[in-house]
């Protein structure tokens, strides 16, 4: 198929004017690759040279491992934004968390956050009046990934899986309780995803673990699951850099809830093992981090993957009165229905163990920030309450809402950073 020009007709709008579009350009998406070398010589180039700008800032260094910079655009459209000349990501450093804690104590950097989310509180605490604190759902879904491919064919496997998982005490040993259960529908999508109070009365999602483990337990045993023998859930090796225990946690806590001893966890890669083997069916099961949550409707995701011609449909599932929804559900333009049809998906999923695509929690991430910042956030800091970030991604508003206010008494002895 190759590029086509659609000549659209035109009708009076409600002034009675009429506008006449002549012709729009529509290529399909493989002719995009053409459309960059033509228009773009160097396009396979990753550096800042090679990056047009349209919005409020322009990249004016970006190379591996070394800082981020990015300046104001003189040529963006708002006049008068944004507020600040520009801004530096100093990669390097933010890999070294006590580096990075130093730097901003020292005001080098304007904000700080870490694994542990009692480091943040305890600097906020230790200089009050002088920091606030930022609480933020982290978009990437903690995920559990059961291939259904290869050693858990039966669906009462994957699902008595889902149901033996303790969330919340996971939650609890990673997180220090800093973080909220997510149903197949991430809670950061509160406007689709099952509201907490029903979440809580649902398979794997009960407060009341005697219930969920007595039913996994069933379903193990019915299913043959101790016949499928060593059982190796493979841990990303971004995420043991963060939680190097995870390795012992997961298998413990599934032996003990299936009352077995065939669970284990090795080290595994992304990159070089779980990406590559995802389309063709033979990617290990592993826990860790998926995708980023980027946008506040569930419903392509959703789609995408579990339906039967879903791009990411990896478990190859195909459940009639679940591709019905699916369907149903993306070419609804009644905001409440689609919701209603949503939730209904949603309990479809969980009564089949989420086919193996187990999402787990989102945790929440704690900042501690100067007084004189201010990002782009969705509730300011009160009196005695923290301030609310987007927990979807919200970079687009920095020229908005990312300001330095100079006239604040902790702004004194700020570094004096230049691009």
Do not use: C
């Amino acid at each position: 198929m190759t590029g086509q020009s659609v000549a659209l007709g035109s009708s009076p709008g409600p002034s009675g004017v009429s506008v006449r579009f002549q012709a729009v350009s529509v290529f399909p998406s493989g002719a995009l690759g053409s459309v960059s070398v033509e228009f773009e010589k160097n396009h396979t180039v990753i550096t800042e040279e090679a990056m047009p700008a349209t919005g409020a800032f322009i990249l004016r260094r970006w190379r591996s491992g070394e800082e981020i910079k990015a300046e104001r655009n003189p040529k963006y459209f708002r006049e008068g934004r944004p507020y600040v000349d520009g801004w530096i990501y100093p990669t390097g450093l933010f890999e070294d968390p006590n580096a990075w804690r130093i730097a901003f104590e020292q005001k080098q950097v304007d904000y700080f956050y870490s694994s542990d989310p009692n480091l943040p509180k305890s600097i906020i605490e230790s200089r009050p009046g002088q920091m606030y604190e930022v609480l933020t759902g982290v978009g990437n879904t903690v995920f559990m990934h059961l291939n259904m491919n290869q050693q858990f064919k039966d669906v009462r496997l994957v699902k008595a899986l889902h149901t033996a998982f303790d969330r919340r005490a996971v939650i609890q040993a990673f997180h220090q309780g800093l973080a909220q259960v997510s149903g197949p529908v991430p809670w950061l999508q509160e406007g689709f995803a099952i509201p907490p109070a029903e979440l809580a009365n649902l398979d794997g999602y009960r407060t009341n673990r005697d219930e969920d483990i007595r039913t996994a337990r069933q379903l193990w045993q019915a299913a043959g699951g101790p016949a499928l023998g060593e059982i190796n859930i493979k841990i990303p090796d971004t995420w043991l850099a963060v939680w190097p225990d995870t390795v012992q946690i997961i298998p413990n806590m599934l032996n003990q809830a299936l009352g077995v001893n065939q669970f284990r966890s090795t080290r595994t890669s992304y990159n070089e093992e779980i990406i590559p083997n995802l389309f063709n069916g033979q990617f290990p099961n592993w826990f860790g981090w998926t995708s980023q949550v980027t946008g506040p409707d569930p419903r392509e995701t959703l789609f995408s993957v579990f339906h039967p011609r879903g791009s990411q449909n990896f478990q190859k599932v195909n459940n009639p009165e679940l591709t019905s929804l699916l369907e149903a559900a993306i070419q609804e333009t009644d905001y409440q229905r689609a919701v209603d049809i949503v939730r209904r998906i949603q309990r479809i999923l969980i009564d089949n163990g989420q086919y193996g695509n187990v999402v787990l929690y989102n945790y929440i991430l704690r900042t501690a920030v100067w007084n004189y910042f201010r990002g782009a956030i969705k509730k300011p800091p009160s009196p005695g309450e923290p301030a609310l970030g987007y927990n979807i991604f919200s970079g687009h508003l920095a020229a908005d809402e990312m300001w330095l206010n100079s006239n604040d008494p902790t702004f004194q002895g700020r570094a004096n950073i230049s691009l």
